[in-house]
């Protein structure tokens, strides 16, 4: 089992771009799914709790831990030995996300039968339907509205409890400034200062796959995470364009290409996928780990579990907090 060792940032949290070094930059999935925008969106509710036990628990596979998060620097975490046989205490990523046998149950119930329609959950002036919900069974791929609806998630839980000051930007984000340029995407940010963040996560989708852009404004880094160890430095690019762009037009502020970072993760510095369907799973939980500030301490084993807790955590427009890593 793989433990992260972090320093402090701002009293509480690590930066995950701090040991990158300057210089020059370097699956598959469903097409975009239509968003149904509603006229009202329910207030977010608290979250509830529960367990699940450690033999339902996968363990961390040790060959697929990413043992770092950023190169060269960054301090390799200690490994904890595994129980024999799947028993005793499950370490490693934050002792896994918490289950009930009636969580389970409404899991089950939202990826069941009935009309694909329905709406099984709606805020963000967004609606999750029920066919929607669906791309979380099995190995279904994810689609557009469940990974937007997961990303405002994410950006709901940081401005609440005290985490980094987090922006997502939509799933069609990349493509429209990618065929566009910034003045294509100019709106997008009218009622957003992006400077005043400190991490921008820009979800992207090529050729049927999915991955994922994380802008540390505290770091000036820009960091490109692919489940399937690919490089994408034209991404890295369009992106630092695209924040140059937008630094002059909301500020009058050019940027300094020379003190910015921008590197790639390699395959084996983050966790990879093992199968064809699961990028969009792991584009989001790089977004939720990273979002608060933890390393990567999750496997392709993890991903069933992930599917189910994301459900949950959609029905209920609340992420499911970990347990603390001595439990």
């Avoid at 690590?14 to 925008?37: A, K, N, T």
């Avoid at 301090?75 to 490693?92: L, R, V």
């Avoid at 996300?97 to 709606?122: F, H, N, R, W, Y």
């Amino acid at each position: 089992m793989v433990e992260g060792v972090q320093t402090q940032h701002n009293g509480r949290f690590s930066s995950f771009f701090g040991h990158l070094q300057p210089g020059v930059p370097e699956c598959y999935e469903s097409p975009p799914s239509q968003r149904i925008p509603v006229s009202a969106s329910k207030k977010i509710s608290g979250c509830v709790n529960g367990e699940i036990p450690a033999s339902q628990l996968p363990p961390i596979c040790p060959d697929r831990v990413s043992h770092t998060i950023l190169p060269n620097q960054m301090p390799i975490p200690t490994a904890k030995e595994k129980a024999p046989g799947g028993q005793g205490k499950i370490t490693g990523l934050d002792c896994g996300p918490q289950l009930t046998e009636d969580m389970q149950k409404e899991v089950s119930s939202a990826l069941g039968p009935g009309p694909k329609e329905e709406i099984l959950s709606q805020a963000f002036k967004m609606a999750v339907t029920r066919e929607d919900m669906r791309t979380l069974r099995d190995s279904h791929w994810l689609n557009d509205t469940v990974i937007n609806f997961y990303m405002n998630l994410l950006m709901a839980r940081n401005q609440t409890q005290g985490y980094p000051a987090l922006y997502a930007f939509n799933t069609f984000f990349y493509s429209k400034l990618q065929s566009g340029g910034h003045k294509s995407v100019r709106s997008w940010t009218k009622a957003v200062n992006l400077f005043a963040k400190e991490l921008i996560l820009v979800p992207v989708h090529l050729d049927k796959h999915w991955s994922l852009v994380v802008t540390d404004l505290r770091e000036k880094s820009i960091v490109y995470l692919d489940s399937m160890g690919l490089k994408r430095p034209e991404v890295l690019a369009q992106i630092f364009q695209y924040l140059q762009d937008e630094s002059i037009a909301r500020r009058n502020v050019a940027l300094k290409p020379l003190e910015w970072k921008q590197h790639s993760m390699a395959a084996e510095e983050i966790p990879q996928q093992g199968n064809g369907s699961d990028c969009g799973l792991f584009t989001c939980q790089y977004a939720e780990y990273i979002s608060r500030g933890q390393p990567l301490t999750f496997s392709q084993q993890h991903m069933p579990l992930f599917r189910k807790k994301m459900v949950w955590e959609i029905l209920h427009q609340c992420l499911l907090e970990p347990r603390p890593p001595s439990c």
